[in-house]
């Protein structure tokens, strides 16, 4: 089947335009993270939505950074007044219920000027 | 909070040797252990993953070993060849935070032919 989907796959932006970041989960898949990749570097959790419950902020990095889940499939990572520093890509990964096995998208390059 | 530390950084064997990375993690609550195998450019993907009431799983060429006690575990792959060549992640999660996976910084594996 279909794996998870992420748009776009680059993203070119001057530095304090806003960002939108879309991922597609695979289907059936209730739980939705983001992590961000930095070049050479190791995967950095952001959010985590679970069903209906509240997401785990925890990994978000400012408050310019948000995140939306809408019916339960389609996720946005949303960054405002991008900085140099958010240059990286963002990865998206989707797992079934009650299980742990993550599976990633793409990723979406993102490059702020 | 969770903190996976992973070595090497960097690893370089000849085709057909084995070669072996390890890694430590903080949080005695964690249950679940993967390991990720992200190509140049390509998406992170799932090779193989333990759960902590298992202290050893191997799926043909590879294998992955977890001391519990010692808050370690390690990736071991037999009969290398070329196209193993990448950057292997080790993740750890279940614990504390639930869905989350933290990862650590990346083993980048070269297999000479």
């Known amino acids: 089947g279909a794996g998870v989907s992420q748009s776009p796959s680059n993203k070119v932006t001057e530095k304090g335009k806003d960002v939108e970041l879309r991922c597609d989960p695979i289907s059936g898949h209730t739980a939705l993270y983001w992590y961000r990749q930095s070049l050479g570097q190791g995967l950095e959790f952001l959010i985590y939505f679970q069903g209906n419950s509240a997401p785990d902020k925890s990994g978000l990095p400012s408050d310019r950074f948000s995140a939306e889940r809408t019916g339960g499939s389609v996720s946005t990572l949303t960054i405002q007044r991008t900085q140099q520093e958010d240059s990286a890509v963002y990865l998206c990964a989707s797992s079934l219920p009650s299980r742990y096995e993550q599976y990633f998208g793409p990723g979406t390059r993102l490059t702020v000027t | 909070g969770e903190n996976v530390e992973q070595h090497p950084s960097t690893l370089s064997v000849q085709e057909g040797d084995s070669a072996v990375i390890k890694c430590t993690y903080s949080?005695?609550?964690?249950?679940?252990f993967p390991w990720y195998k992200q190509e140049l450019g390509k998406r992170p993907q799932l090779i193989i993953d333990i759960r902590s009431n298992v202290g050893e799983k191997k799926d043909q060429r590879i294998a992955v070993t977890l001391n519990k006690t010692a808050k370690h575990f390690s990736l071991h792959i037999t009969e290398t060849q070329p196209e193993d060549s990448a950057v292997y992640f080790c993740?750890?999660?279940?614990?504390?935070?639930?869905?989350?996976?933290?990862f650590g910084q990346g083993t980048i594996l070269t297999v000479h032919p």
């Open positions: 993740a750890e999660g279940g614990g504390t935070s639930y869905g989350k996976l933290t």
């Open positions: 949080d005695s609550a964690s249950n679940y």
